[in-house]
């Protein structure tokens, strides 16, 4: 199994609304990552977690919150999100941090806010 | 701080052309060089990696080499097909000191439409 999976697929929600979005992976990676993709643009990188303890926050608004509940798991929860916070959410995974190593990506969460 | 250039598109080619996208980068030391295709409705997909001077990555008939005297690492394929039309980025992660240390640099991503 080589994938990472996200769910949803697609999420609209409002700004008064508390969502989670969800990633899985069974490679045995131990290093796990969020970023955020906007429409033609390159991901950009909002959090990092390294043997289940976050290692890297890309000085990301609190109204994101993420969450590694086991080695397997990520999670990305939203609280009062905001219109510019639509964008695609991309969750990916490697074999370590820091060792320069390639990414997994998952397929991504096309997030709307109204 | 590390960064990379990426050739501007969009980039239009019909079947069986010849494709190069430029790129370069500027980081400390010796960083991995990684070229990800984006299609379209996907995540990103690791197309081919070097991991250091004069290494030669390549997969599906792309290549790339790691030139450290010109800090390029350019991507050409010698025929595109339509189903190569996607985006793609160049990408490079630092070793220890560097501020790509632990993360992926990309650049700002080049679009490829193939016509038949």
């Known amino acids: 199994d080589t994938e990472v999976t996200q769910t949803p697929k697609h999420l609209v929600m409002g700004m008064t609304n508390k969502k989670s979005l969800k990633c899985e992976q069974h490679m045995g990676h131990r290093a796990m990552y969020w970023y955020k993709q906007k429409a033609k643009k390159p991901p950009e990188l909002m959090f990092v977690?390294?043997?289940?303890?976050?290692?890297i926050n890309e000085s990301v608004p609190s109204r994101f919150s993420p969450e590694c509940p086991n080695s397997s798991l990520l999670n990305l929860h939203l609280h009062a999100l905001q219109p510019e916070d639509s964008a695609l959410y991309l969750c990916?995974?490697?074999?370590?941090?820091?060792?320069?190593?390639?990414?997994?990506f998952g397929s991504g969460t096309q997030l709307s806010v109204l | 701080g590390d960064s990379v250039t990426q050739m501007e598109g969009p980039v239009t080619l019909s079947e069986e052309a010849f494709l190069t996208i430029n790129c370069t980068y500027t980081?400390?030391?010796?960083?991995?060089l990684f070229w990800y295709v984006q299609y379209p409705g996907e995540g990103l997909q690791l197309l081919l990696k070097?991991?250091?001077?004069?290494d030669k990555g390549s997969n599906k008939g792309f290549e790339a080499t790691y030139r450290k005297e010109t800090t390029s690492f350019h991507l050409e394929k010698g025929s595109v097909q339509v189903s190569d039309s996607a985006v793609y980025f160049c990408?490079?992660?630092?070793?220890?000191?560097?501020?790509?240390?632990?993360?992926?640099?990309f650049g700002q991503g080049t679009i490829l439409t193939v016509h038949p």
């Open positions: 980081a400390t030391g010796y960083p991995s």
């Open positions: 070097a991991t250091k001077a004069d």
């Open positions: 990916a995974s490697s074999q370590d941090w820091g060792r320069r190593e390639k990414l997994f």
């Open positions: 990408a490079l992660s630092a070793n220890a000191g560097g501020t790509s240390y632990g993360k992926l640099t």
């Open positions: 977690y390294s043997y289940e303890k976050l290692s």
